[in-house]
Every structure is written in C-alpha cells, then in structure tokens.
C-alpha cells in the first residue's frame, strides 16, 4: 500500500503486531473476532495488560521506511526476571543469578506485506556476526562500533540498541517491536491447549527439559519452550533449533485458527489475555488499529505465514575473540533484504518445490571430491580428532575450507556430516566416503560440507566416481534464496 501515509504505516504494525505477538499465531484470531462487537470490546478492555517500552525515540540515522509494508522485530527473552524459583526449576531454565541479566535468545525479522496478504518471518540466528552500532553503556560511558554477536546488542543495550543494531546490519527499518518471556510463552501455549511438535528421534535433553519420544507429540507451555530452547541434542545446533522455532510457530498458527479454538469463546479470551500480558512492545500500540489490520488481513490464511531463515555462509565460523559464531551469505542476504524493503516477494514459489524433486542420497557419485569443500569439527572432545579427519579428508582429495576446530555441543560417539540440501550431487560422493556418519540436512549452509567427527570416526573412504564430469561444468547448480521456505500449512511431521 505505497499510497498508505506514513502516520497510518507507524500505526497499521499495531494490528499486525498481534499477529506477531502470540509468536505469529494468536493474532489471526484476534484479527478474525476483532470485527465482532464482542471482539472489540475484548481487545479494547485487555489494552492495558501490554507492557510497553519506548524503543524509538532516541533512534537517528535510521533506513527509510519500506515502500508500503510493516516490518517487526520480534525478541524472544530469555530473561528470568519476575519468575519465581519453583517456576524456573519447572521451566529447567536455571536461576536468576545463574542466568543474570538480559539476553535475546531469539531474534526475528518479519515482513507484512502492504497489501496485507502475506507475512514473511525471517529468522536471524543470534550469534549471527554483525556490527554493533557505537553507544552508551549503562555506566554513561561511549561504547565504540564493534564487531560481535548478534544477542549481544540486547544485553547491552536492550530493545532500543538491538533495533538499532538489525536496521544496521539489513538496511530494513523497524516499525515495531514484540518482545516475549520465557514465562509468556508457556503462559500463551498452554492458552491454546498445547500443539503438535515432531521429533525424527526420541529425546532426552537434560539442559533444556525436552523429553519427547520420535514422531508426533502433543505438549503444552513447559515441553513447548523446551523444544524451542534446546540444541545441545541437535548436532546442527542453532541452526536446527530455528527450524523447529518456525515449525512450532505454524502449529501455533494452526491451532490459534482451528475451530476448537475460535468457536470457544472462553479459550479464545484466554488466549487473547495470555498473549496480550506475554509480551513488551513498542509503546505506540492503538487498538483502533486492530480493526482496520482485521479487514485487511481476513483474506490471509496458513499457507500466506512463511518461515525462512538469513542465508548462511557458515554456520560455525571461527571469529577472532568470539569463538564460534555464524557468518552470513552477504551477498544474498542482501538481496534479500532489499526485497523486502521493495515490499517484493523474498521468496521464490517455484524454489521449494524443485529443491524437494531433487534425491540426495540416491544414484552413485559424479563429483570429484576435488570440487567439494569440507571441514572437520571435533565432535567427541578426543584432542587431536579434527586435525586427523582434516587430513584424512585431504588424503582422500576433498578441499578442506577451514582450519579443523571443535563443534559446540556435548561430547557424541555418532559421526554427523552437516550439508546443505541444494548441493545435491555433491553428498553423494560425501556419502560414499564417510558411509557410517549420519547426514544431517541444513538449508542455508552454503557450499561448505561440515564433519562433524563423534568417537566411533574411523577414517575417510576413497570415492570411485560414477562418471568424470566436464572440466567446465559446475559440480552442482543450487537454486537462490539459499533459505529453506516453509509456511504455516506445512504438515507437522513432514
């Protein structure tokens, strides 16, 4: 709606943050009852249940805005403040002095379109590598433009410093900002009568309380914020954990649509009441605004809700003083965000489709392992473990990309190989090298094939190719975006 005033476009995210603030689900149906008179006199009577945040008003230098859509950043906190000891222990999310302070444990960009007929999340992992504008410590004292994580901004600077922080780093103005608690989003879930989650396997992960057997399981608030927080089990880490953040966000989306929900009129106050009282915002919410975003936004359904994340260049890249961090593909993230401050669709409809035709584990090899790159990550705590699979990998004629470092996570005994789905041929000869290891696909990765190597690795297989390819001809052709895209019609096992 690039004839939308730019008074309407500071207010139209109002709306659209509910939509946002029961993490993308509740506000559809907020959205469908605020039409009603009850619904009006609902949202009208639960306004001031919000907490709000001045997060604006100190901002200068800022991207102009996009041309007719509403952008949100959307904060998971993991902050323990104002819960109690039982509550934490119940939650298996530490203590208050254990876990002292403010962090953002999640962070996402999303994009409602000004036609109102599609929203875009996107997810931006938190130890995401960007440039943390210059700023004012809590001290008073100047703070001078760095390099560092992307969750380090909310821990020194709050809401105010990560905007400014995103709009830095994408070129995407904010419009409004949503923030949930760990304590909210139980609360919310539980509103909802729980969803459905999957798991390719059963888990039992101590640091985050998930408990869950392989395949589909119902939870509620506890079990939900634990399938969201965990990653010590996931061998992909962060990056797995945003793929299960954005397919429990589209369950939330299914349920908060389903009949069960709004068709009863008790469920639906509480959920509207849980959502509203989880969350910060923004301090410019006007629930006039909801009413007009209702109109709009009734033609939306599940399968207009789609999910990608940042495209990746490295998803555990050493950075001098940081660690272990995650690089963004600046090339495409930035064709990315531009895109999206056009108020242009992101995300090719015909990219998904070709990418799930494609086998990657079927038909012999054809790459020459020449052509891959790989890097070997200690996943078993054995000093020296890395270094020897890097040269193993070498040995057998793969290109190594990195010098071999330890992965994050638990010590493992099960070799894990970590690739990107659109370099489809290329796995095949990963495979036929390392036929014990375990591949885990992580859309985004990038060109890089990361072994991750458990104590039971016993060496690098040579690869007899099927077939020599050309001399000229790419190894592999992967599509653009390199995110993967889901929506919330998506099935939840599949």
């Not at 410590?137 to 709050?158: H, M, Q, T, W």
């Not at 945003?242 to 106050?269: E, H, K």
Request: charge should be neutral; charged fraction near 25%; proline fraction near 6%.
């Amino acid at each position: 709606m690039s004839s939308t005033s730019p008074q309407l476009n500071r207010h139209r995210p109002a709306g659209r943050w509910r939509r946002l603030v029961a993490v993308l689900a509740t506000l559809l149906s907020v959205l469908i009852v605020a039409t009603s008179t009850a619904g009006w006199a609902l949202l009208h009577r639960v306004e001031g249940q919000v907490d709000r945040v001045d997060v604006f008003a100190d901002l200068s230098h800022r991207p102009q805005a996009s041309n007719g859509g509403t952008n949100f950043l959307l904060v998971g906190s993991d902050t323990r403040e104002g819960i109690s000891r039982r509550a934490l222990r119940r939650l298996t999310a530490g203590s208050r002095r254990s876990a002292a302070g403010q962090r953002s444990d999640t962070v996402m960009l999303a994009h409602v379109s000004g036609a109102g007929d599609a929203v875009t999340l996107i997810s931006l992992p938190r130890d995401s590598v960007v440039k943390i504008p210059a700023h004012d410590s809590a001290a008073g004292e100047r703070v001078p433009a760095r390099r560092d994580k992307l969750n380090v901004a909310y821990a020194a600077g709050g809401p105010e410093l990560t905007v400014r922080t995103v709009e830095h780093n994408t070129g995407v103005r904010i419009d409004r900002y949503v923030e949930v608690d760990f304590a909210g989003f139980v609360r919310l879930v539980d509103a909802l009568g729980g969803v459905d989650v999957c798991l390719p396997v059963a888990v039992d992960d101590q640091q985050s309380g998930l408990d869950l057997p392989a395949g589909r399981s119902h939870v509620g608030g506890v079990q939900g914020l634990a399938y969201v927080r965990a990653r010590a089990f996931d061998p992909t880490g962060d990056i797995g954990r945003i793929g299960r953040q954005q397919r429990f966000l589209a369950a939330l989306v299914d349920q908060a649509l389903s009949r069960t929900t709004l068709l009863n009129p008790v469920r639906l106050r509480g959920v509207v009441d849980a959502a509203l009282s989880a969350v910060r915002t923004d301090d410019e919410l006007d629930y006039g605004d909801v009413l007009e975003l209702a109109t709009r936004l009734r033609g939306a359904d599940r399968g207009d809700l789609l999910f990608t994340t940042v495209p990746l260049a490295d998803s555990n890249h050493f950075e001098p003083g940081l660690g272990s961090t995650v690089l963004w593909d600046e090339a495409a993230a930035q064709e990315m965000f531009a895109k999206l401050r056009a108020d242009e669709p992101i995300l090719e409809e015909a990219a998904e489709p070709k990418r799930a035709a494609r086998k990657t584990d079927g038909g012999p090899p054809t790459v020459p392992p020449a052509s891959i790159r790989v890097r070997a990550l200690n996943a078993a705590g054995t000093p020296g473990l890395a270094a020897q699979a890097s040269e193993d990998l070498r040995a057998a004629g793969f290109a190594i990309a990195a010098d071999a470092a330890d992965a994050v996570g638990d010590p493992a005994r099960e070799t894990v190989v970590r690739f990107d789905p659109r370099w489809s041929k290329s796995v095949r000869t990963v495979r036929a090298a390392l036929p014990d290891a375990r591949f885990v696909e992580v859309p985004g990765l990038g060109g890089t094939f990361e072994v991750l190597a458990g104590s039971s690795y016993g060496g690098v297989e040579d690869v007899t190719l099927a077939a020599q390819p050309s001399p000229t001809s790419q190894p592999d052709d992967p599509d653009r975006p390199a995110s993967r895209v889901r929506s919330a019609a998506d099935p939840v096992c599949g």
